[in-house]
């Protein structure tokens, strides 16, 4: 979550539209940064079922609206939240649009492309059945992210900025490779299984 929401190019005035049933892994990330930089972050209510109306997202967007996020499906109360409303509109707007999989991905079925999703972070533990220190960010194709850490290859260790060809806000200084493996096996039974019929048994 931080890679995604940090790695927008965020200025004072900028704002980002979110939604009241978010969790603190989006909330507290925006609020530094409203703090630190000067953003504005809308927040769209929800109904009594907990269901956000994509309609009073699109009504909380402004000229100067970054990121929009929402969350795939609450941790408190699971209600799904119309993320394939969302992110048309966030696509018609030319807006990144970042959804919270934590609770979903593995569980319920996603479809990057038909949802227009351009960012969908998800932790490895939950529903996708890996260990704990495993997780994920989607980023779209195209799609640039400021990085959080400027790494830097040896041969460049002179230059005073990273350059491009090795700027990536994905790299990390190590690799969790015994929780991947470990994810690994969980997503090929995941994939045996297939989303779709998890998803009929949990409901049935």
Not at 2 to 30: F, T, Y
Not at 66 to 89: C, F, M, W
Request: glycine share 8%; aromatic share 4%; hydrophobic share 45%.
């Amino acid at each position: 979550m931080n890679l995604a929401i940090k790695g927008i190019r965020w200025k004072a005035g900028d704002s980002a539209v979110v939604s009241v049933m978010e969790h603190n892994s989006v909330l507290r990330p925006l609020h530094a940064l409203e703090e630190r930089v000067g953003i504005k972050v809308h927040k769209v209510k929800a109904s009594a079922e907990g269901v956000v109306d994509s309609f009073e997202v699109a009504k909380r967007i402004d000229s100067h609206t970054k990121l929009i996020a929402l969350v795939h499906a609450s941790n408190v109360i699971g209600t799904l939240q119309p993320v394939a409303e969302v992110g048309q509109i966030a696509r018609n707007e030319g807006i990144p649009f970042l959804v919270d999989a934590a609770q979903s991905a593995g569980a319920y079925p996603i479809d990057v492309q038909a949802m227009n999703i351009d960012l969908l972070a998800f932790p490895g533990h939950k529903a996708l059945l890996g260990p704990l220190g495993t997780g994920g960010l989607y980023i779209r194709e195209g799609l640039e992210l400021d990085t959080l850490k400027k790494a830097e290859r040896a041969a460049n260790r002179n230059r005073r900025f990273s350059p491009i060809f090795c700027r990536t806000a994905t790299s990390q200084v190590r690799i969790n490779a015994l929780g991947i493996a470990g994810w690994k096996a969980g997503l090929e039974y995941i994939l045996g299984k297939r989303v779709t019929s998890i998803r009929t048994q949990e409901e049935s």
